[in-house]
Each structure stands twice: as structure tokens, then as C-alpha cells.
Nanobody, 120 residues
Framework: QVQLVESGGGLVQPGGSLRVSCAFS????????MAWFRQAPGKEREIVAG????????KYADFVKGRFTISRDNAKNTVSLQMSSLTPDDTAIYYC?????????????WGQGTQVTVSS
């Protein structure tokens, strides 16, 4: 049974930093490209960042470039998103996603999400 389990969400002040992580189990992690999506209240789900199977290729949405960093550890079957300079606009549920491909375009697998709230 494949599972993607996010952790690390929470409440952070504007300008602060937060790291969310996703633990992957049930299949060979290194066969999957990974990505982080987010969905804010009343808005469509949008991609935040993606990383290739081996970790050598990363891609970011324009609205997070220079602020967020995606990384993966294929030995620990985890993918993380380090977020800094957070603003209230970053408030959303953050989802981990996976696709058995070089990069994520249409995810096969989703986590349950973790809430990130940026507020003073």
C-alpha cells in the first residue's frame, strides 16, 4: 500500500520560515518524481515545486522562486519543502504528490495535506 504522509505544517509569522516534509512508503521511491502543491481557501490547487527522480532537476512556480527550496533524500524516502520569507498569501494546505515519471506533470499519488498558516 502506497502512502504519502506530510508533516511539519503549522502557524508561522509573516517573514518566518517553515519546513514541510513527506514520507513515502510502499513503492520504490527513486522511481517517482515528486512535487508539492498547495490549495488556499476558495482557490484552485496549484503546483509549488517539483523535483526529478534523482533530485538533479528542480522547478519552481514563479511566486516562490528564491523563497522555497525542494529537496529529496532517496535513502530516507522523503521529500521536503523549505519555505522562507513567508507571507499570508502562502497560507494553504500543502500536498505532497508523486508520479512514476522523470518529472511530475500529472500526479499518480497524493498525500492528505498539511496546513500552513502565515499570520501574526
Amino acid at each position: 500500500q502506497v502512502q504519502l504522509v506530510e508533516s511539519g505544517g503549522g502557524l508561522v509569522q509573516p517573514g518566518g520560515s517553515l519546513r514541510v516534509s513527506c514520507a513515502f512508503s510502499g513503492r520504490t521511491f527513486s522511481n517517482y518524481a515528486m512535487a508539492w502543491f498547495r490549495q488556499a481557501p476558495g482557490k484552485e490547487r496549484e503546483i509549488v515545486a517539483g523535483i526529478s527522480r534523482g533530485g538533479g532537476l528542480t522547478k519552481y512556480a514563479d511566486f516562490v522562486k528564491g523563497r522555497f527550496t525542494i529537496s529529496r533524500d532517496n535513502a530516507k524516502n522523503t521529500v521536503s519543502l523549505q519555505m522562507s520569507s513567508l507571507t499570508p498569501d502562502d497560507t494553504a494546505i500543502y500536498y505532497c504528490a508523486a508520479e512514476a515519471s522523470l518529472v511530475v506533470t500529472t500526479p499518480d499519488l497524493w498525500g492528505q495535506g498539511t496546513q500552513v498558516t502565515v499570520s501574526s
